[in-house]
């Protein structure tokens, strides 16, 4: 896994442990947790667009990883 794939996939589940401390503790208003939840939504994208990258540059799909 690459640099850039691991940034993604440690912002998201920050991103996702503030979203859920928020929503829990009602300590922010609505607006706030929408902004966390769009910005969960867009590193996700990023994130696939990343792999996309990787499998393109590697040339290895998941297939032709469980083959090997």
Same mark, same amino acid.
């Given at each position: 896994?690459s /640099?850039?794939?691991? *940034?993604?996939?440690t *912002? +998201?589940?920050?991103?996702? $442990?503030?979203?859920?401390?928020?929503?829990?503790?009602?300590?922010?208003n609505?607006?706030i947790?929408?902004?966390?939840a769009i910005?969960? $939504?867009?590193?996700?994208? *990023?994130l $696939?667009?990343?792999?996309? /990258?990787?499998?393109e540059? +590697?040339?290895?799909?998941?297939d032709?990883? +469980? /083959? /090997?």
């Amino acid at each position: 896994m690459s /640099k850039e794939m691991i *940034l993604h996939h440690t *912002l +998201n589940i920050v991103l996702m $442990i503030v979203l859920i401390v928020v929503n829990y503790f009602n300590a922010l208003n609505l607006s706030i947790s929408i902004a966390l939840a769009i910005s969960i $939504i867009i590193n996700a994208t *990023l994130l $696939i667009r990343a792999n996309r /990258k990787q499998v393109e540059s +590697n040339g290895t799909t998941i297939d032709d990883f +469980n /083959k /090997k």
